[in-house]
């Protein structure tokens, strides 16, 4: 039986859809099989440079095509828009405004695999050479928020007590809690506002599915 819900799901655009057959497979799953294109209208994009020169690495502040960059890895977002960029050659946190103007935030001791930037604009990163979590505040001030730099290990704990084995990605959530895959060891770990971490999934160690 169909649920009197779906129609609505029409409306919405393939992204949010897509989301939507994840949560009420299989039955959504049959109808998007069996819809046309006509149900959901094509979408146009257009593409840009904001900052930087196809082709062209360097290390330049500069605003738009006049940057560069060298070797970005990692991007992320605040709220007015501003966009952050690991930049691992250097190694640093690049700072471009909705405009393309591009800054130094903050040269780093060691490489950022992937960026968050939480409500206050404090930008995190992880480093799976030095088995850290970084801080950068707006200010540019650059300090561990979990781990201790160079020394890998699995431990729960506050701060520098706690260890990371290579960890390599991360997301935030509103209320500024970090979660970090901690690769090398399998398993996800949770990081609060005041530093605290914790194993919230996996064992270390022990891989699986």
Same mark, same amino acid.
Request: charged share 10%; with cysteine; proline share 7%.
């Given at each position: 039986?169909?649920?009197?819900?779906?129609?609505?799901?029409?409306?919405?655009?393939?992204?949010?859809?897509?989301?939507?057959?994840?949560?009420?497979?299989?039955?959504?799953?049959?109808?998007?099989?069996?819809?046309?294109?006509?149900?959901?209208?094509?979408?146009?994009?257009?593409?840009?440079?904001?900052?930087?020169?196809?082709?062209?690495?360097?290390?330049?502040?500069? @605003?738009? +095509?006049?940057? &560069?960059?060298?070797? $970005? %890895?990692? #991007?992320?977002?605040?709220? /007015?828009?501003?966009?952050? =960029? !690991?930049?691992? @050659?250097? +190694?640093?946190? &690049?700072?471009?405004? $909705? %405009?393309? #103007?591009?800054?130094?935030? /903050?040269?780093?001791?060691? =490489? !950022?695999?992937?960026?968050?930037?939480?409500?206050?604009?404090?930008?995190?990163?992880?480093?799976?050479?030095?088995?850290?979590?970084?801080?950068?505040?707006?200010?540019?001030?650059?300090?561990?928020?979990?781990?201790?730099?160079?020394?890998?290990?699995?431990?729960?704990?506050?701060?520098?007590?706690?260890?990371?084995?290579?960890?390599?990605?991360?997301?935030?959530?509103?209320?500024?809690?970090?979660?970090?895959?901690?690769?090398?060891?399998?398993?996800?770990?949770?990081?609060?506002?005041?530093?605290?971490?914790?194993?919230?999934?996996?064992?270390?160690?022990?891989?699986?599915?």
């Amino acid at each position: 039986m169909v649920s009197p819900r779906v129609p609505d799901l029409f409306r919405l655009r393939p992204f949010d859809l897509f989301f939507a057959m994840k949560r009420t497979v299989p039955a959504l799953l049959l109808i998007l099989l069996a819809a046309t294109a006509s149900v959901l209208p094509a979408q146009t994009y257009s593409f840009s440079t904001l900052a930087g020169q196809p082709g062209s690495a360097g290390n330049l502040d500069a @605003t738009g +095509p006049a940057a &560069r960059f060298s070797g $970005p %890895t990692a #991007v992320a977002v605040d709220a /007015a828009g501003n966009v952050y =960029v !690991a930049d691992v @050659t250097t +190694p640093s946190v &690049r700072k471009v405004t $909705p %405009t393309g #103007v591009v800054t130094t935030l /903050a040269t780093l001791p060691g =490489v !950022a695999d992937a960026l968050v930037v939480d409500a206050a604009g404090n930008v995190f990163a992880v480093d799976h050479l030095a088995h850290v979590v970084r801080r950068i505040t707006p200010a540019g001030v650059v300090t561990v928020v979990a781990g201790q730099s160079g020394v890998l290990g699995i431990a729960d704990g506050t701060g520098g007590a706690a260890r990371f084995n290579t960890p390599r990605n991360l997301a935030i959530d509103p209320a500024g809690t970090l979660y970090v895959c901690d690769t090398g060891n399998h398993s996800i770990r949770k990081i609060t506002t005041a530093g605290v971490v914790t194993t919230l999934a996996g064992l270390a160690g022990v891989a699986g599915t």
